[in-house]
């Protein structure tokens, strides 16, 4: 991930309640055409480009085009979530804790995954844990690892009044750049406040 990253595509992992409160909320934003700060409060601005919601089932997949509506620039996808997470520049997980092996599990999934950021809404998983499903050399800088953002929106998300804990490693090379972490406190900020 880059600072010079000119539109920035999100890939939803699981759109269960929460995750279809964070997408609605994001696609919110992206319809009314808002910036996120890109480095480090600059005045750079990026603006995202498209939303992928992943799912398991068709019929999840009806409930999402029910709940936002038919939208041009958000994908929904059916079983492929290597294909979505490869386009994406940014990961967000909101799937339940015993199915993040499904989403994150596949060789596919874990090498598109290099270079991108992981943000986990996933209840009672550590980064450490996320880092295992991450597979081997999941760290590091530019393309060569996965930086990790762990955060526990609560309930009122769903009427985007949550607030948003977030967390990531502090310790060099496996803390997220700026622009990440940004990024991050950007997409929580459509479903209410991050602390």
């Not at 995750?19 to 319809?31: N, P, Q, Y």
């Not at 996965?146 to 609560?154: E, H, K, L, P, T």
Request: charged share 15%; with cysteine; proline share 4%.
């Amino acid at each position: 991930m880059t600072d010079t990253v000119a539109t920035t595509v999100v890939t939803f992992l699981g759109c269960g309640v929460f995750g279809t409160a964070i997408l609605r909320g994001v696609v919110s934003a992206l319809e009314k055409q808002l910036t996120y700060p890109y480095s480090n409060g600059a005045a750079a601005k990026s603006t995202l480009k498209c939303v992928y919601a992943c799912v398991r089932t068709h019929s999840s997949a009806q409930r999402i085009r029910y709940s936002i509506s038919e939208k041009e620039h958000v994908k929904i996808v059916v079983g492929d979530n290597a294909h979505a997470v490869q386009a994406a520049d940014v990961v967000v997980l909101c799937c339940r804790p015993g199915n993040v092996g499904v989403c994150l599990g596949p060789d596919r999934v874990r090498n598109a995954l290099r270079g991108k950021l992981l943000i986990s809404d996933v209840a009672g998983l550590s980064i450490a844990d996320l880092s295992g499903y991450c597979g081997p050399g999941h760290h590091g800088s530019g393309d060569a690892g996965v930086y990790i953002v762990r955060v526990m929106a609560n309930l009122a998300a769903m009427i985007q009044e949550s607030i948003t804990v977030a967390t990531m490693q502090e310790e060099q090379p496996y803390r997220p750049p700026p622009a990440a972490t940004n990024l991050a406190q950007w997409i929580f900020e459509q479903v209410g406040r991050v602390m």
